[in-house]
């Protein structure tokens, strides 16, 4: 509750509207026609735009390996005989790396760009999901955790600055919003997804599973995501 508190005092003391940024930005591209219906964009950002829809399975697929990492990785490593301290070790080392590794990650995206990071982002937590069963060990699950942790730490704020530079000024937050629905649902399938692989074959399986589907969402930006900013795509009237 504290925090809670804590975070709706400073959320009205110190964050500003950013609404008139976006309508500043908007003027310096070819104004829209007509309004564009919710529909359109949700359209747009699920499927049509060949960007918008590969960051959107990729967030998908990002978070539904999150679940799969705190439904399922715990159980494996106690099934291993991995003590609960040394668990909570692996456990953290994750999170810790993706908190402090996105720091220079989005900036990094901002000069390099964001396709090369969300394609290497998700093969490096392909690599460290797999490495989990692989490893059979304190230190490779320690390695694979860490793994997992930078390259979440390569794809979490890329994939919403890559929404910002694609979607126009006027509707960028209804895109945002769409993508956000795919990303959070992955939370949703991950859990079915693990607890119904681990209940059929075993937690190791669950696990390699993920570690697959994250290297073909890797794959799928890849083939399907064309690095832009919202200046090339939105050509300012002469």
């Known amino acids: 509750m504290v925090i809670a508190v804590a975070g709706l005092v400073l959320s009205v003391a110190f964050v500003h509207e950013t609404r008139p940024f976006a309508e500043e930005e908007a003027r310096a591209h070819p104004p829209l026609t007509a309004p564009r219906p919710f529909r359109t964009t949700f359209v747009d950002t699920t499927l049509r735009d060949r960007s918008l829809s590969a960051v959107c399975q990729a967030g998908f697929v990002n978070n539904l390996n999150d679940a799969m990492v705190w439904r399922i990785v715990p159980i494996f490593l106690a099934h291993e005989g991995l003590p609960i301290g040394r668990i909570g070790v692996v456990a953290a080392i994750y999170p810790a790396a993706w908190g402090l590794g996105q720091l220079a990650s989005g900036a990094w995206s901002d000069r390099v760009g964001r396709k090369p990071l969300i394609v290497g982002g ?63 649902l992955g939370y949703a399938a991950g859990g079915l997804l693990v607890g119904i692989t681990a209940d059929a074959v075993d937690e190791a399986a669950a696990i390699v599973v993920v570690g697959l589907l994250t290297a073909l969402s890797g794959l799928v930006v890849a083939l399907r995501m064309q690095e832009s900013s919202i200046s090339s795509r939105y050509t300012a009237p002469t």
């Open 122 to 184: 998700l093969w490096l937590q392909a690599a460290g999901i797999v490495g989990l069963v692989v490893a059979g060990g304190y230190s490779g699950w320690v390695v694979a955790s860490l793994a997992m942790g930078v390259g979440t730490a390569l794809v979490y704020p890329t994939l919403i600055a890559a929404v910002g530079n694609r979607a126009h000024p006027a509707w960028r937050a209804s895109s945002v919003g769409v993508y956000r629905l795919w990303r959070d």
